[in-house]
């Protein structure tokens, strides 16, 4: 029979595991409580193995092509299948894995996309960077922002003012800023397949905004291309008279770019030696960060060259 609740994992790669400390913790407690025959189990191990070996367990499940055998996971994990026994227990019992009582291997359930779920919000991230925004703010003496994408617009989620930028905050939180016009912006849709970046342009056109903004298909190609490159994007009165912005991305779990993380001020940011010796080391070092908490991969975070 086929259970309708579990997760084919490979189709959904189970995309917040790296998100799952809460479940973690409370999964090794229970492990230590619970034996496989539901009794109180008395062996213990030191907790930060424990919780190693939970993520080992759950994240190679994830990747698993439908079910296990508790022998495959042992073997592959380097864990004694007692011990295996142990942890797959308790999550059968807490409801995070199904095990099939005619053939006895082992599944993810969809309760542990509950708690990722509510951790993969944009209003989520923004508890996470908000912090972050702030220090770059204070650091550099400007304003800051967090930007998202939805529906081909970009949607300010965290703002960050400096006294000199005020009414253009405001401002720019009031609206959707064309994507095309803001450093934030190229660097969202710098990731848009070619498909995605015609639909783009279809639905949204390239709004010209001042007289510094790109407004030509193939100029706009380049310009990705180079946000590519470099690991960042410039903005230099393209959006607002008078005002620069320096943008970098912020990856998630699946390595994508979730979200752009800028500064922006009246000075001269993105003359050179100020970008590269004052600018672009605090911002990487801050998105950088940001998306370890996102789960962003180690080879990911490689991209940071600043």
């Known amino acids: 029979m ?3 609740g579990l997760i084919n ?8 595991a790296r998100h799952l400390s809460s479940a973690v913790i409370l999964l090794h407690l229970e492990a230590r409580k619970w034996n496989g025959a539901g009794k ?45 026994q142990r942890y797959l227990s308790s999550m059968v019992h807490l409801g995070y894995v199904y095990q099939d009582e005619e053939s006895m291997r082992y599944m993810l359930t969809w309760k542990i996309c509950r708690i990722g779920s509510k951790l993969s919000s944009p209003l989520s991230a923004k508890s996470i960077v908000s912090p ?14 967090v930007m998202v994408v939805q529906g081909y617009e970009g949607i300010y989620i965290d703002l960050i003012d400096d006294p000199s930028t005020l009414l253009i905050s405001i401002a720019r939180m009031g609206n959707c800023p064309p994507l095309n016009a803001t450093a934030s912006g190229k660097v969202l849709i710098s990731q848009f397949t070619a498909n995605e970046l ?3 342009i279809a639905i949204k056109g390239l709004e010209k905004c001042t007289v510094h903004t790109i407004t030509d298909k193939e100029k706009l190609l ?19 008279e008078g005002v ?16 752009a993380l800028s500064v922006f001020g009246k000075a001269c940011i993105t003359e050179p030696r100020v970008l590269h010796e004052q600018i672009l080391p605090k911002l990487s ?16 975070l490689t991209s940071y060259k600043f």
């Open 132 to 145: 972050y925004a702030i220090q770059l703010a204070q650091a550099l003496n400007l304003a800051t922002a």
């Open 198 to 200: 015609e639909d783009f």
């Open 244 to 259: 620069e912005c320096v943008a970098m991305p912020i990856y998630d779990f699946n390595d994508n770019i979730y979200m």
């Open 40 to 84: 109180m189990n008395n062996k213990t191990e030191p907790g930060g193995q424990a919780i190693a070996k939970l993520f080992a367990i759950l994240e190679y499940m994830s990747k698993v092509r439908g079910s296990v055998r508790l022998q495959d996971i042992s073997k592959h994990l380097e864990i004694p299948q007692s011990t295996m």
């Open 285 to 300: 070092q801050c998105a950088k960060e940001v998306s370890l908490r996102l789960g962003c991969s180690e080879k990911k």
């Open 2 to 4: 086929i259970n309708t």
């Open 222 to 240: 380049e310009e990705l291309e180079r946000v590519r490159i470099q690991g960042y994007a410039t903005e230099i009165e393209e959006c607002s």
């Open 9 to 16: 994992c490979q189709s959904l790669s189970l995309r917040f």
